[in-house]
């Protein structure tokens, strides 16, 4: 189960060299003809390991002639090999095929196990970068430790070994989450000037308003369930210095609130989807926010009333 990364099959497998491992991409090799060769391949018996290994990737891609071709190899494997299917889409594999295999699903990674191994390479490569600089690549990921990697490579080529937060923010067109919590800032200080302020910085900037609003209700979601569990870094995906500031500004809020906060932004991105003016929908969203009544608690309102009938009582 775990390699030894010593003997020679590992070696050779860790350097691509082996001639029992084989790689095979299913978006370039979709056609019955590129398994009928594959099949003409498993016939023979590996060199050197014990197995042969067939590892097809994106094998959602192949067509359903060449699935058909696959489907005998699957059906009575020859001792000596083994297939290796990964894909993104499993849904879009025919059950005969499914059938057939373990499945095994890949689970996303977490994003300060991202950041950290990441932090980890700059390190070795001797780059300055700054821990917020990690995490927005890391976030870029998506929980692939591969896409990140990709992206960090990206801004290397860009940025050379002195990587600036601003120069990650306009490489990779992420916003920026100082705009994010000065949003957050302006609705709880009920600033409607603050605002939309924002707004017109996200516009200049070049940011995609749909984007903006839907980083924002992130935002919001993080502060929610922050504010309704605690302690979340399982649920929030965030660094510790994040979760620091969002705890900061969620503290004083009610969770009400907060929960109605959200629903005025995910109207306000499903409106964008078709509206002319994405910058008024956004404009008008934060308005809303930044004007509206705090929710008085029911038990306050029952308080009330029962001292409004008390004074008539006296009065009478």
């Known amino acids: 189960p775990e390699p030894c990364n010593a003997c020679p099959a590992c070696s050779e497998i860790t350097a691509g060299t082996s001639v029992d491992v084989f790689e095979i991409d299913g978006a370039s090799n979709t056609g019955v003809d590129d398994i009928r060769d594959l099949r003409d391949t ?27 071709a696959l489907l005998k190899t699957l059906e009575e494997p020859p001792a000596h090999i083994k297939f290796i299917f990964a894909t993104t889409e499993p849904h879009k594999l025919p059950i005969t095929i499914l059938s057939r295999c373990q499945r095994f699903d890949f689970k996303r990674i977490a994003l300060a196990v991202i950041a950290k191994h990441l932090g ?38 860009f940025c050379g070994e002195q990587v600036k937060d601003e120069e990650v923010v306009t490489l990779l067109g992420v916003v920026d989450r100082r705009l994010l919590l000065e949003a957050s800032r302006a609705v ?45 870094a399982d649920l929030a995906d965030l660094s510790e210095a994040e979760l620091k500031e969002i705890r900061e500004q969620a503290a004083p809020a009610e969770l009400a609130d907060l929960q109605r906060h959200m629903a005025i932004l995910l109207k306000a991105e499903s409106e964008m989807a078709h509206a002319t003016f994405p910058r008024l929908v956004l404009e008008m969203a934060l308005l809303k926010m930044a004007t509206l009544v705090p929710v008085v608690p029911v038990n306050e309102i029952l308080a009330r009333l029962k001292a409004l009938e008390g004074m008539g009582e006296c009065g009478m």
């Open 42 to 68: 498993v016939k023979y018996l590996p060199a050197r390991c014990r197995f042969k290994i067939f590892i097809i990737d994106e094998v959602h891609m192949l067509s359903t002639s060449a699935f058909n």
């Open 120 to 157: 980890h390479i700059v390190a070795q490569e001797k780059v300055s970068i700054t821990d917020a600089g990690l995490t927005m690549i890391a976030r870029k990921g998506d929980g692939s430790m591969r896409d990140a990697l990709s992206v960090l490579d990206q801004v290397l080529a």
């Open 188 to 232: 709880f200080a009920r600033d409607c000037r603050a605002a939309l302020d924002i707004v017109k910085r996200v516009d200049s900037f070049g940011y995609n308003m749909r984007q903006f609003c839907q980083e924002l209700i992130d935002h919001f979601r993080n502060m929610t369930i922050i504010k309704a569990v605690g302690p979340a």
